[in-house]
């Protein structure tokens, strides 16, 4: 069965750091988009970033570009969210979601697979 399992989130300061991790399972990442997506309370889910291997470059919504920095470990079969700098409005549960073909986009419905979801609280 093909999964996608998260981890990293947590409650971190303001100003605070933390790294998201996603990992496929029963496939590769090379051979998927993957995408972050959050959803705060009350709001709906928004795409955050997304790297994908027939991306150019990875997609940063506007509210994350320059703070939060996506990668992956081909090794590892790992997607990553660096979060920098981070503030209050990116509390949210934070999503990774894949799809095929490799290209990247903010609509969610265009992704099959999501993973569970983990908590990313920014508070003092």
């Known amino acids: 069965e093909v999964q996608l399992v998260e981890s990293g989130g947590g409650l971190v300061q303001p100003g605070g750091s933390l790294t998201l991790n996603c990992t496929p399972s029963?496939?590769?990442?090379?051979?998927?988009?993957i995408g972050w997506f959050r959803q705060a309370p009350g709001k709906n889910r928004e795409a955050v970033s997304c790297?994908?291997?027939?991306?150019?470059?990875?997609y940063y919504a506007d509210s994350v570009r320059g703070r939060f920095t996506i990668s992956r470990d081909i090794a590892e079969n790992t997607v990553y969210l660096q979060m920098d700098r981070l503030k209050f409005e990116d509390t949210a549960v934070y999503y990774c979601?894949?799809?095929?073909?490799?290209?990247?986009?903010?609509?969610?419905?265009?992704?099959?697979?999501w993973g569970q979801g983990t908590k990313v609280t920014v508070a003092s």
């Open positions: 790297i994908a291997t027939s991306q150019g470059a990875p």
């Open positions: 979601a894949a799809r095929k073909p490799t290209l990247c986009t903010a609509n969610a419905a265009m992704y099959g697979l």
């Open positions: 029963g496939i590769t990442v090379h051979e998927l988009a």
